[in-house]
């Protein structure tokens, strides 16, 4: 593989967005957003963190099994998260106390 | 001297290709790992947080928020470099392969200072949780779960970058060495998978720790 | 031990209805057990090599087989899940009429509370017949309440309240073990519970000196503490009006909405600025450290006994002898008589 | 590299023996710095024999004191120290490591036609790493042990224990990134180290659930370890992270705690399956029955494995309607392993059946393994659990799955591959006898635990009350017979490496790339990298080479 999997322009391109969307969340963290303060963070560093796995970790240019190991990882912390705080939100659901 | 990449070729792998394309599944399960360990840390984290909302958004505001947007943008660069050194080792550009992982060893070390900077000065207003903590803010035992979570995440985080340091300076004796070319480069793509995760769990952690409280300051 | 083992058929009201579906799951599980082990050792014999060099016909698939070995045993599991899940939300939900117990679990004793105020170690007396609603902290590590002849056990957690209700159908005497591992003397953590009959039981509640009901106990403190200063019934001191408060859903300042239970009652107390209430300021102390958690639970059956949510009309049953709720304050001083209704659920 | 001198013809060689893995090189060093996985497979064969005596060594003290209903042989503390340490060496020390590291180790490699394994610097780094693990518990156990069950549950683990907790929790999140490096050894090898023509459904089903296995460890040994970690953090700087006066909740710890657990009871059973799909095609001549059936049940118990930790926490304060998903989840678990089970024993129907000993153990296992499964019915029925959990029937569950499933299939596959490993046979009428013993011996052990626990007495007790001690007693006495059930294959075994008679190439004449390869095999298991044309499991196809029909 002797020429480069991905351009210089690309990653350059990629660096810019990255700062811009640092720039971004940082003045959306300034902005009292509330509730939402938390989950406009998270979101941008997800998109953050997809663009870095896609162009710098040529995520996308790699073996179909390096993208489904991928997406395993992400799934599964997904199955811990979602599965523990599915407790925590549904306690009190019930009419009565304690459960 | 024999071409490197066929002197590196394991013995079990029947070609080059092979070999390269199984040591980067192999980088990418370990990374899974990875993401599974932070991802302890992070559901621990979103529980308490859902719990005692206020008590969060008030540690979230003692942080040094201007120290963490300059860090994530300073990792960011870093990673920036880390893939311009792996572009360089794909071209065979041995010299500015180099200078490339010198950038990157720099920028981390940019990083670790003003990572330390940081907890210094939460020592110095008594934020240490279970050692030195002093709160007068009416949620005080949530303001310092907080900072349990912050000093152990950031702290993993950190042990992690230094050992990145490590790899990327092995990789740069052995750049200097010549033991790579433009036909057997895996090291150094697997040193740049590992930079580029450790990068992406500072974006998130930056989003959880810094954002939230950042407008309370 | 033949005797026990029958005696364990009929104590608790969930009993006979666990038993019978347990013996129904082991006929069920039995069966297929031993329906497979036979094929196995009639396969083993009768399919034995003949010669060293016999090939066998090589069957290896079979769809219709497989699919009938996923679809019954689905529906098969989908069944007991069914089952057990009614029997769970039996379990979980207290009748109405059922009578509170507050119990303090602590590294290696149980302390009951009941709501005529008496106090026993490792011991209860309950009435047969009525439903006993148990509610469970631990003062340090994590206990768990199971008495197996009334097939009911709940863990016991420190810092938040956990509760389960029975019923004892036989008078009788029937063990009370801790069940989750507590440490050196978890072993030891065990006790008795005495089911009466009605009379015995009204013999036992008059020789137990109880200096009060629990609620009478809750209200003194609820003065001696200076609850009162803030916390008027009249509805216009700083704190907020806590008549009624129990089971009520409460706005608190974060805006989420939360349904004052126990442990939120408790909480309230302990850690007082964690859950504000919409509109007031965060001017309460914390009793943390004051207060030991049988005082709490005094507190919180006080504050129980004051009244229902208001709107909501009058309980049936032990609500009468709670007193009169027509605006003026009930006098709680004396114990309180049980309901002696016979049949309530 | 020898020099071949051009002159002299090539001579055929002399009928000097062919170098094997085992004496082409010997001496200490050859076997502490190998990356062979032959050998690595072997050293880990040494280190769990060890614990595992270690650990039913403490079992058999435990028996012991509970003759008596208030016990004679030891303290309360000491007996709290007796049960966690035999749990801790028999989960992470024995059970995990047991036939993945072991037999996974030496087979995996052979089954899919390669030369080693993707990373075999890692696979010894994975050994010694387990090394580090296990004598870091063994100091903990030396200096005083620890008396936290091998649960941790806290409060009681971070702030109320004065035993060495820290010791063990840093001695097992070692052992556990071991794990971490087998499993991710074995996904890159059985993804891109198979021999041409060897597609996924030609795969035996052992590298099915062996990959299936190292899924989970991949995915879930690191949770372990951060929780781990957070213990021995909280004890040290006396932080609460599950501390309710701090606003923590020690019901997250077991939420942590069993979406690694749950998981690892999978890691433990889905070898042992493996290796009796191994056994029972081989000695009923017969390819498994519905082999994508068995081998699609093998990834889906690892992949539902991991959302039905909550039934472990039915009575432990969680919502009921988490109660209520968990408990739906694990009979959708159950599935799978019914799948399995119908597959096997239709495998044996109309098959020409031999009864030696790796299939007496695959016998045993399909028959224990099939009580354990359905007892695990009960406990995820929500109204069943309640009474039930906490009690010596969940004790006498998991001891029908781990010491009826997963040692009688260690034992069975030891025996099945003994041949392949040593070259030579172990002595089949003693093999006979011991796993009959292991059967009755076990049967005696546990299922009276199973009448103990819906009686009501709960696990963890030092102390009972007196009605339980007849049960108890016939218990104890099992446990004797099971200990002696296990001494005695270690003893034949060892005598056979040494004196056991030759054995050929191929014992069992079955499928099997493993048993193309002579006994014991060179170091690179193949001369040339075999073309796989076959299926798994197809006598027919390999009719003439095995002299069959």
Redesign the interface.
């Known amino acids: 593989m002797s020429q480069s999997t991905v351009s210089v322009k690309t990653y350059a391109f990629t660096l810019l967005t990255l700062l811009g969307l640092t720039l971004l969340t940082s003045l959306l963290g300034l902005a009292d957003l509330g509730r939402f303060s938390f989950v406009a963070a998270v979101a941008i560093a997800a998109v953050k963190a997809s663009l870095i796995a896609c162009f710098f970790m040529h995520a996308l240019y790699e073996a179909k099994l390096v993208r489904v190991v991928m997406a395993g990882g992400v799934i599964w912390f997904l199955i811990m998260i979602s599965l523990t705080l599915s407790d925590y939100l549904t306690r009190g659901w019930m009419p009565f106390p304690g459960k | 001297m024999a071409d490197p990449s066929v002197l590196a070729l394991r013995e079990q792998f029947r070609n080059p290709e092979q070999q390269r394309e199984t040591s980067t599944v192999g980088m990418w399960i370990f990374l899974v790992t990875e993401v599974m360990l932070f991802g302890g840390l992070f559901t621990a984290f979103s529980v308490y947080r859902m719990s005692h909302p206020a008590g969060f958004d008030q540690g979230s505001a003692d942080m040094e928020f201007w120290l963490g947007a300059i860090n994530t943008a300073v990792l960011i660069c870093s990673s920036f470099t880390m893939a311009m050194a792996v572009h360089s080792s794909e071209t065979g550009k041995k010299s500015r392969l180099a200078v490339f992982l010198l950038l990157t060893i720099l920028i981390g070390l940019v990083f670790l200072v003003i990572k330390f900077t940081e907890y210094y000065l939460h020592y110095h207003d008594q934020k240490l949780p279970g050692i030195l903590f002093h709160d007068t803010s009416p949620d005080a035992a949530y303001v310092q779960m907080f900072f349990v979570f912050y000093f152990l995440m950031t702290g993993l985080h950190a042990f992690h970058m230094i050992v990145g340091e490590g790899v990327l300076c092995a990789m740069l004796i052995r750049t200097w060495l010549g033991s790579f070319s433009e036909r057997y480069h895996t090291p150094i793509e697997l040193a740049g998978l590992y930079w580029h995760f450790v990068d992406t769990v500072w974006v998130f952690l930056f989003a959880i720790f810094y954002i939230p409280g950042a407008h309370l300051k | ?1 033949m005797p ?2 029958l005696a ?1 058929l009929l104590q608790g009201s969930v009993t006979r209805e ?1 038993n019978v ?2 013996w129904v ?1 082991v006929a069920l ?1 039995g069966a ?2 031993t329906g ?2 036979a ?2 050792v009639y ?2 014999w009768h ?4 010669s060293p ?10 769809i219709p ?2 699919v009938t ?2 679809a019954v ?2 529906l098969i ?2 069944s ?2 069914a ?12 009748p109405d009429n059922s009578e509170d117990v507050y119990v303090v679990a602590r ?1 290696w004793m149980w302390k009951t509370q009941h709501l005529g105020g008496q106090r026993e170690i490792d011991t209860l007396h309950v009435p047969v017949g009525r439903a006993i609603r148990l ?1 469970m902290i631990s003062q ?3 206990h ?1 309440f ?1 008495i ?2 009334f ?5 016991v ?7 389960i209700w029975f019923k004892a159908v036989v008078p009788g005497t029937y ?1 009370l ?12 953590m ?1 006790g008795w519970i005495y089911a009466m009959n009605p009379k015995d039981y009204q013999i036992w509640l008059q020789q137990g000196a109880a200096e009060g009901s629990l609620a009478s106990t809750g209200e003194k403190l609820f003065h001696q503490f200076g609850c009162s200063n803030c916390h008027h019934f009249s509805g216009h001191g700083r704190g907020p009006n806590l008549r009624g408060l129990y ?1 009520r859903p409460v706005q608190i ?3 989420q909405t ?2 004052a ?3 939120y009652i408790r909480e309230s107390i302990l ?1 007082s ?2 859950k504000i209430v919409q509109g007031f300021q ?1 001017i309460m102390p914390t009793f ?1 450290g004051q207060l030991s958690e049988e005082q709490v639970a005094a507190l919180i059956a006080y504050l129980k006994a004051i009244g229902p949510a208001p709107g909501e009309e009058m309980p049936s049953g032990p609500g009468e002898e709670m007193g009169d709720y027509g605006g003026i304050r009930p006098d709680l001083s004396e114990p309180v008589a049980p309901a002696t209704k016979p049949g309530a659920r | 590299m020898a020099t071949i001198s051009i002159a002299e013809p090539p001579r055929p060689a002399p009928a000097r023996p062919r170098l094997n893995y085992l004496t082409e090189k010997t001496g200490l060093m050859s076997w502490l710095f190998t990356t062979d996985h032959k050998r690595i497979g072997l050293l880990y064969v040494l280190s769990i024999t060890f614990f595992f005596f270690f650990g039913g060594f403490f079992a058999l003290l435990m028996r012991l004191h509970l003759l008596l209903p208030q016990g004679w042989l030891f303290g309360h503390e000491t007996y709290n120290k007796l049960f966690s340490m035999h749990g801790i060496m028999m989960v992470w020390f024995f059970l995990i490591p047991s036939i993945p590291n072991t037999l996974g180790n030496f087979v995996l490699p052979m089954m899919i036609g390669a030369k080693d394994l993707a990373f075999p610097k890692l696979n010894l780094l994975s050994w010694y790493i387990f090394m580090l693990g296990g004598l870091t518990t063994l100091y903990a156990l030396v200096r005083g042990g620890v008396d936290t069950g091998w649960t941790f549950y806290t409060p009681f683990s971070t702030s109320y224990s004065t035993t060495f907790v820290i010791a063990a929790a840093v001695g097992i999140l070692i052992a556990g990134f071991s794990s971490i490096l087998t499993g991710l050894n074995f996904i890159a090898t059985v993804h891109r180290m198979r021999a041409p023509g060897l597609t996924w459904y030609r795969l035996p089903i052992f590298i099915w659930s062996t990959y299936a296995t190292s899924l989970i460890l991949v995915l879930a040994t690191p949770v372990l370890a951060i929780t781990l970690a957070m213990i021995a953090i909280e004890r040290v700087f006396q932080v609460g992270i599950f501390d309710p006066a701090l606003g923590g909740d020690p019901v997250l710890f077991q939420h942590m705690f069993w979406f690694y657990s749950h998981p690892a009871v999978y890691i433990m059973v889905l070898p042992a399956m493996a290796v009796v799909s191994e056994i029972i095609p081989t000695f009923s001549r017969k390819p498994i029955f519905g082999y994508k059936a068995v081998a699609f049940s093998s990834m889906a118990i690892a992949i539902i494995g991991f959302l039905v930790w909550g039934h472990h926490m039915f009575v432990a304060g969680e919502s009921a309607y988490a109660a209520m998903t968990f408990s739906l989840l694990s009979y959708m678990v159950a599935i799978p392993s019914a799948i399995k089970v119908f597959n096997w024993t239709a495998t044996m129907y109309k098959g020409s059946v031999q009864l030696d000993t790796p299939m007496l153990y695959a016998i045993g296992f399909v028959a224990l393994f099939t009580i354990g499964g359905m007892t695990g019915l009960f406990l995820a029925a929500l109204g069943i659990d309640v009474h039930v959990t906490d009690t010596y029937f969940v004790i006498a569950h998991f001891h029908y799955i781990m010491v009826g499933g997963t040692v009688m299939a260690f034992l069975g596959g030891v025996h099945y591959w003994w041949p392949k490993i040593s070259g030579k046979m172990y002595p089949e009428f003693l093999a006979k006898l011991s796993a009959l013993t292991v059967f009755l011996g076990f049967n005696l052990t546990f299922f009276p635990q199973f009448i103990l626990g819906y009686m009501g007495m709960p696990r963890r007790y030092a102390a009972y009350p007196p009605e339980f001690q007849v049960l108890n007693v016939l218990s104890t006495a099992g446990a004797s017979i099971l200990g002696v059930g296990y001494v005695v294959p270690l003893i034949y075994l060892i005598w056979a490496w040494k004196y056991g008679e030759r054995a050929p190439d191929n014992p069992w004449r079955t499928t099997g790339l493993e048993w193309k390869t002579p006994s014991p095999p060179p170091k690179h298991n193949f001369d040339v990298t075999p073309i796989v044309t076959w299926n798994a499991y197809d006598f027919e196809a390999q009719k003439e080479e095995l002299q069959l029909g």
């Open positions: 031990m026990t083992c364990l666990y579906f347990f799951m599980c297929v057990g497979i082990a094929f196995l396969c083993a399919y034995r090599r003949r060099n016999e090939l066998p016909p090589q069957i290896s698939m079979n087989a497989e070995w996923i045993p689905a599991f989908i007991m899940f089952y057990g899940l009614k029997m769970y939300f039996d379990l979980e939900r207290p590294q509610n340090d590590v994590i768990s199971f197996p002849a097939r009911i056990k709940q863990d957690l420190p810092g938040r309240y956990t509760s063990h073990f801790c069940a989750e591992y507590c440490g050196t003397e978890h072993s030891q065990i089971m300042t974060t805006g939360v349904v239970d126990e442990t850690q600025r964690a965060p943390q």
